[in-house]
């Protein structure tokens, strides 16, 4: 667990259009989406997608997971269990009316209720018993923040780093990670605008993952490695060094201006830090969108050169995500036509394996990849896409840079459980 390289994803993108294609023959506009989806692929996998964090890194609901994270490292803990413990009225007028009509699911509605309950009354007891279990976080902050000692009457309710302590360690850290990341999105977005893909002074790459570069750079020549102040760096016999090939903990340094005008780096060796004190930040202009967005309001007014705190799970250490991805090499594309909504377009696996084993295959029509006809009825065009990416590179980044950000984004009617 932890160690895959990466993944391998198959995705149907139904009911596609494409640039002038009004007043086509259903045969023509599959042809043209042939040619703009392979000219799309093309260069998908020749220039690659900035790497950005998916959307559901921050979750869906109207306090992201990044807002909690933010007023974690603020110490602004009770701000953070309102948030996680917050609900929308709407989602509770629809569970206490019998008659509403809202599409709300059930678990939603008696999230809200038990909320509710624990906000109005301070019983935990009732208020767990109509939360649902899928909602760990809520549960363990209501049960911490409602317990009662029996015997000395003691009670917790302003214990606020007790109760966040008791969520899940994962589910805990996903919250400062979200803000990480929310930092990391909006600082690459700003690199890019100001430099595009040019390597520039400053910038960041990892120490060791470029020796066939630094081994034709001047220190290389004169047989010195000197650090960002010039200093030689004196290295420990191999025996000794902790920088092995298992060492987990990746190290940056920035480039000088002779090693980012020489053309050895590309910016596919850039990477930008996630905030942490344990971290290097790029020595140029992006060092300082790393100030002014953690200062600003949204960015909570934070400091991205005093990361540590006492609480250890807040305490972020860093790390370093590469600018710029590229799926592997194996990008296909099928593009299909179909005509109802649930029709299946792709093989399952279990299909395949009654293939392997030599069972008869009872699938349903997956569409026809020719455009014809089918007894009169209008058919939609769909794309089948399959791709490799690499561990923490997010498939809905790389589609919207294939679609040019022409995704529709799916809006239900219903408001959640948030």
Same mark, same amino acid.
């Given at each position: 667990?932890?160690?895959?390289?990466?993944?391998?994803?198959?995705?149907?993108?139904?009911?596609?259009?494409?640039?002038?294609?009004?007043?086509?023959? %259903?045969?023509?506009?599959?042809?043209?989406?042939?040619?703009? @989806?392979?000219?799309?692929?093309?260069?998908?996998?020749?220039?690659?997608?900035?790497?950005?964090?998916?959307?559901?890194?921050?979750?869906?609901?109207?306090?992201?997971?990044?807002?909690?994270?933010?007023?974690?490292?603020?110490?602004? &803990?009770?701000?953070?269990?309102?948030?996680?413990?917050?609900?929308?009225?709407?989602?509770?007028?629809?569970?206490?009316?019998?008659?509403?009509?809202?599409?709300?699911?059930?678990?939603?509605?008696?999230?809200?209720?038990?909320?509710?309950?624990?906000?109005?009354?301070?019983?935990?007891?009732?208020?767990?018993?109509?939360?649902?279990?899928?909602?760990?976080? =809520?549960?363990?902050? @209501?049960?911490? +923040?409602?317990?009662?000692?029996?015997?000395?009457?003691?009670?917790?309710?302003?214990?606020?780093?007790?109760?966040?302590?008791?969520?899940?360690?994962?589910?805990?850290?996903?919250?400062?990670?979200?803000?990480?990341? &929310?930092?990391?999105?909006?600082? *690459?977005?700003?690199?890019?605008?100001?430099?595009?893909?040019? *390597?520039?002074?400053?910038?960041?790459?990892?120490?060791?993952?470029?020796?066939?570069?630094?081994?034709?750079?001047?220190?290389?020549? %004169?047989?010195? =490695? +000197?650090?960002?102040?010039?200093? *030689?760096?004196?290295?420990?016999? %191999? =025996?000794?060094?902790?920088?092995?090939?298992?060492?987990?903990?990746?190290?940056?340094?920035? +480039?000088?201006?002779?090693?980012?005008?020489?053309?050895?780096?590309?910016?596919?060796?850039?990477?930008?830090?996630?905030?942490?004190?344990?971290?290097?930040?790029?020595?140029?202009?992006?060092?300082?969108?790393?100030?002014?967005?953690?200062?600003?309001?949204?960015?909570?007014?934070?400091?991205?050169?005093?990361?540590?705190?006492?609480?250890?799970?807040?305490?972020?250490?860093?790390?370093?995500?590469?600018? *710029?991805?590229?799926?592997?090499?194996? @990008?296909?594309?099928? @593009?299909?036509?179909?005509?109802?909504?649930?029709?299946?377009?792709?093989?399952?696996?279990?299909?395949?394996?009654?293939?392997?084993?030599?069972?008869?295959?009872?699938?349903?029509?997956?569409?026809?990849?020719?455009?014809?006809?089918?007894?009169?009825?209008?058919?939609?065009?769909?794309?089948?896409?399959? &791709?490799?990416?690499?561990?923490?590179?997010?498939?809905?980044?790389? %589609?919207?840079?294939?679609?040019?950000?022409?995704?529709?984004?799916?809006?239900?009617?219903?408001?959640?459980?948030?």
């Amino acid at each position: 667990l932890g160690d895959l390289s990466g993944n391998e994803f198959l995705i149907t993108l139904r009911e596609c259009h494409f640039p002038d294609e009004n007043g086509s023959s %259903l045969e023509q506009k599959v042809e043209l989406a042939k040619t703009v @989806v392979g000219r799309a692929v093309g260069g998908l996998k020749r220039m690659g997608f900035l790497n950005y964090y998916g959307l559901q890194r921050f979750g869906s609901f109207a306090n992201g997971t990044d807002t909690v994270g933010m007023k974690m490292l603020k110490g602004d &803990l009770e701000g953070a269990i309102n948030d996680i413990l917050f609900f929308s009225p709407d989602v509770l007028a629809a569970a206490q009316d019998p008659d509403s009509t809202s599409i709300i699911s059930a678990d939603d509605k008696a999230r809200a209720e038990a909320l509710h309950i624990w906000k109005t009354t301070g019983k935990s007891g009732p208020a767990l018993d109509r939360m649902p279990r899928k909602f760990q976080a =809520e549960t363990a902050i @209501v049960r911490h +923040l409602g317990w009662t000692n029996r015997k000395t009457g003691e009670t917790r309710p302003h214990d606020w780093q007790g109760a966040l302590g008791m969520i899940q360690r994962n589910l805990r850290l996903m919250y400062v990670h979200a803000y990480q990341s &929310l930092v990391w999105n909006v600082v *690459v977005g700003k690199r890019w605008e100001l430099y595009g893909d040019r *390597v520039v002074e400053g910038d960041l790459v990892i120490v060791g993952e470029h020796k066939d570069k630094e081994n034709g750079s001047t220190h290389a020549r %004169l047989g010195e =490695e +000197l650090d960002d102040q010039g200093e *030689v760096i004196v290295r420990p016999a %191999l =025996e000794d060094s902790a920088a092995t090939s298992e060492d987990p903990y990746a190290r940056a340094r920035a +480039l000088s201006e002779e090693e980012a005008e020489s053309g050895q780096y590309n910016i596919y060796d850039i990477v930008l830090p996630l905030p942490g004190y344990d971290v290097e930040y790029p020595r140029n202009a992006i060092g300082d969108e790393y100030k002014t967005f953690m200062g600003s309001e949204r960015g909570g007014g934070l400091n991205p050169m005093d990361m540590r705190r006492k609480w250890k799970d807040v305490s972020l250490s860093g790390g370093y995500r590469k600018i *710029v991805a590229r799926p592997g090499k194996d @990008v296909s594309y099928e @593009v299909r036509t179909y005509v109802r909504d649930d029709e299946q377009l792709v093989e399952t696996d279990l299909e395949r394996l009654q293939k392997r084993s030599g069972h008869a295959v009872s699938g349903e029509h997956r569409g026809d990849a020719n455009g014809a006809a089918d007894d009169g009825a209008e058919k939609k065009i769909a794309v089948v896409l399959k &791709l490799q990416l690499g561990s923490s590179q997010y498939a809905t980044m790389a %589609l919207r840079e294939l679609m040019k950000g022409g995704t529709m984004s799916f809006k239900p009617d219903f408001h959640g459980g948030r």
